[in-house]
Structures are given as structure tokens and as C-alpha cells.
Nanobody, 126 residues
Framework: QVHLTETGGGSVQAGGSLRLSCEASGYNFDKYIMGWFRQAPGKERELIAAIKWSGDATNYADSVKGRFAISRDNNTNTVYLQMNTLKPEDTALYYC???????????????????WGQGTQVTVSS
């Protein structure tokens, strides 16, 4: 059974940084594309970053491109999200997720992911 646990959320001021971690267990981590989503109150869950199996290819939503960086360590079954230059509009619940389906190109949204963590809250104050 796939199990994902996010840590690293918190409260920061605008311009600050946070690093989220997601530890995975229960499956062949290096066979899955991993993604980070976020969901703000009243909004849909948004895919903001994804990383392919070996970690050599990444993809980002325009809203975070140039500020956030996704990475993975297949030795420790962990995926990271480094978030820099945070803005108040980055405030959301952040989730990591595993995509076992996509074999070419990039996942596009929630339906491409089969397993989810419980989420970690990020709050950015102005």
C-alpha cells in the first residue's frame, strides 16, 4: 500500500523560503512520477510541480516557475519542494502525490495520480 507523508510546512513572511519533504513507502518509488499539488480555500487542487522517475526532468506550473524547485532522492524514497520568494498567494495546503500511469509526457492533473499524502499547510503573510 502506497503511503506518502509530507512535512515542512509552516508560516513565513513574503519573500521567505520553505522546503517541503514527502517520504514515500509501500511501492517502487523510482517507478512513479511524483508531483506536488496545492489547494487554497475555495479553489481546485492545482498541480504545481512534477518530476520524472530518475529526477532528470521536471515540470512546473507558470505560477511557481522560477521560484520553486522539485527534486527527489530515490535512495531515501523522498521528494522535495524547495519554495523560494514566497508570496501570500502561495498560501495553501500542499500535497505530494504519486503517478503510476503516465509513460510519456507529463501528468496534467488530479486524475493522473493514484496516491496522496495528508497535506501540509503553508501560510505566507504579507
Amino acid at each position: 500500500q502506497v503511503h506518502l507523508t509530507e512535512t515542512g510546512g509552516g508560516s513565513v513572511q513574503a519573500g521567505g523560503s520553505l522546503r517541503l519533504s514527502c517520504e514515500a513507502s509501500g511501492y517502487n518509488f523510482d517507478k512513479y512520477i511524483m508531483g506536488w499539488f496545492r489547494q487554497a480555500p475555495g479553489k481546485e487542487r492545482e498541480l504545481i510541480a512534477a518530476i520524472k522517475w530518475s529526477g532528470d526532468a521536471t515540470n512546473y506550473a507558470d505560477s511557481v516557475k522560477g521560484r520553486f524547485a522539485i527534486s527527489r532522492d530515490n535512495n531515501t524514497n523522498t521528494v522535495y519542494l524547495q519554495m523560494n520568494t514566497l508570496k501570500p498567494e502561495d498560501t495553501a495546503l500542499y500535497y505530494c502525490a504519486a503517478d503510476p500511469y503516465t509513460v510519456a509526457g507529463w501528468p496534467r492533473g488530479v486524475s493522473d495520480f493514484s496516491s496522496w499524502g495528508q497535506g501540509t499547510q503553508v501560510t505566507v503573510s504579507s
